[in-house]
């Protein structure tokens, strides 16, 4: 298991020191800003939508290692998927980080089998950490209210 946190810790600090899609988009793409005054962390968001695709994604911001890795995990994952695989995949990543691992028996069932959640997986340490499941979740809440904008005003 200690082997499977330091791939975990491996790809967290990656994503930390080498952030995927980081930068900004022109309009038309929309902006959406998303602040966690606890830990000090914001995440900028611009989505840059065709039809009903983010064809592309870019991350600003500063803060904890946990929010801002998890914006660049969030960028690479969603970037040119479709409006309802995000949807699916918002919601398994929160799924994910409401797992209590209090069983000592086997491995926790995850009820979204259908989703990949692939290196988003290497946050699932956080839940230990309740505090900071608002640092890995805030870029996810950023994207939807960016694509809220994006499609008018009117959330999907
Ligand atoms: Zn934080």
Redesign the pocket.
Known sequence: MSGLEDLYREIVLDHYKSPRNRGELEPPAVRAEGL?PL???EVVVFVDLDGDTVRDIRIGGQ??S??QSSASMMSAAVKGKTLAEIDELTHAFKALLTIHEHTHDGEETFDHPTVKLGELEALRGVVKFPT?I??AT?SWNTLAEAIGQALGGTAP
């Open positions: 966690n830990c000090g962390d803060g904890c946990i929010s900071r608002k640092c805030l």
